[in-house]
């Protein structure tokens, strides 16, 4: 009984971490959008004459001038569709019952079942390092047999 409430538990926790994944993953994205998009404003924009010492900057060709329009709209809607997938994924996060007191006992509980789970795995490592030293006395004893076997010459 106490086994299926912690599996369900266990599940619930990986459909959160799904979640935040997901999030993290579309931040990721958000950011890359982001970047290109500035990136690809400052190389496609119209030159400008910074001061009067210089001479006028040539005029933007017809090719220049057009795909500079659209290529701005497109951006800007790949980064809102981007923004909006990011808010579904926000108000796809499950909801806390309790409030911030279970939220504290449930990750008192993730921290105990953390250690639990670590000194396991101390303990196995500790199991496979004695049995590593014994593997290898074994290898020297059968290498050392294996020499005092072997004729001299």
């Known amino acids: 009984e106490r086994e299926r409430e912690r599996e369900r538990e266990r599940e619930r926790e990986r459909g959160r971490m799904d979640i935040i994944s997901q999030l ?5 994205k958000i950011a890359y959008l982001t970047f290109n998009t500035v990136g ?8 400008s004459r ?7 900057p040539p005029p ?6 057009a795909a500079m329009a659209d290529q701005p709209k497109a951006m800007a809607a790949a980064l809102l569709q981007a923004a909006k997938e ?15 007191e279970a939220q504290s006992k449930l990750i008192a509980k993730l921290q105990e079942e953390n250690e639990e789970i ?3 795995l101390e303990r196995e490592l500790e199991a496979a390092d004695m049995e590593l030293k014994q593997v290898r006395e074994l290898f020297h004893v059968a290498a050392d047999n294996c020499l005092w076997l072997k004729p001299l010459h």
Do not use: H
Not at 24 to 28: C, R, T, W
Not at 50 to 56: I, V
Not at 90 to 97: C, D, I, M, S
């Open 86 to 100: 990011f808010d579904a994924l926000v108000g796809a996060l499950p909801l806390t019952e309790g409030g911030e």
């Open 24 to 28: 993290q993953e579309q931040v990721n």
């Open 60 to 65: 933007p060709s017809a090719e220049a001038l």
């Open 118 to 120: 670590g000194k396991e």
């Open 50 to 56: 910074l001061s009067q010492n210089y001479p006028e």
């Open 40 to 47: 690809s404003l400052q190389r496609d924009a119209v030159p």
